[in-house]
């Protein structure tokens, strides 16, 4: 069973440019999570969803990042315009949100560098 | 606001000595304190979830503890290829599928 698919695996702009990031949950996991990690601050949620509807996005730091999952296995984390300060590693994870509490399972990440 | 604070930030260990990572949480409603291990250039990989004070896990040479206030990660007899950095995260709040993670513990097992 394919894992959490992140893509592209690493992406490098200038500043001012449109970036976007895309994921693919694992089959049947029905909530989404967004995150970036950075040397300073670590791993920092940004979004999620649950059944493709956002649930919390106080992480999001601010107007220039959006976030949408138009289906169940498909998501995109869009920055608009990119700044250097942007420059982190962006996980994609999925959660199957059984009753309970649900382990989430991570991607690979995507390395964005902004010049 | 859910906190989490791991010791040491590093820890270098001689293949075969056994030692423990600590993560201190403050939290309100603990609903679950989850253990990852992050390989450089992957994603967390996930190794174990708690629920409540005095539960423990193991695998391998992995054992997770659980009181009140903070979680151990025990490593027993560690090999080089436990070398990685140690995320612990918690999710709290009813409903809520956050999860607030600590900044991590990177070890290194010297052979």
């Known amino acids: 069973d394919a894992g959490v698919i992140q893509s592209p695996r690493h992406e490098v702009t200038e500043m001012g440019q449109e970036v976007t990031l895309r994921c693919k949950p694992i089959s049947g996991h029905n909530s989404l999570f967004w995150y970036r990690q950075t040397m300073m601050r670590g791993l920092e949620l940004l979004i999620y969803f649950n059944n493709n509807v956002p649930i919390d996005d106080s992480g999001m730091p601010e107007d220039r990042f959006s976030a949408k999952m138009p289906n169940a296995s498909f998501s995109t984390l869009k920055i608009q315009p990119s700044e250097p300060r942007d420059s982190a590693v962006y996980f994609c994870a999925s959660s199957p949100r059984l009753a309970g509490v649900n382990e989430q399972f991570f991607g690979p990440g995507t390395r964005l560098t902004v010049l | 606001e859910d906190q989490v604070t791991q010791s040491p930030e590093a820890l270098r260990l001689q293949e075969g000595e056994s030692s423990s990572l600590n993560c201190s949480y403050t939290v309100s409603g603990l609903r679950g304190l989850f253990w990852y291990r992050q390989d450089p250039g992957k994603g967390p990989e996930f190794l174990f979830t708690?629920?409540?004070a005095g539960e423990e896990k193991e695998k391998e040479r992995l054992k997770a503890t659980l009181t009140k206030k903070e979680s151990f990660l025990h490593i027993t007899a560690p090999k080089p290829e436990d070398s990685a950095t140690y995320l612990c995260?918690?999710?709290?709040?009813?409903?809520?599928?956050?999860?607030?993670f600590g900044t991590g513990t990177r070890l290194t097992i010297i052979p």
């Open positions: 995260a918690v999710q709290a709040g009813f409903g809520n599928e956050k999860l607030t």
């Open positions: 708690l629920y409540s």
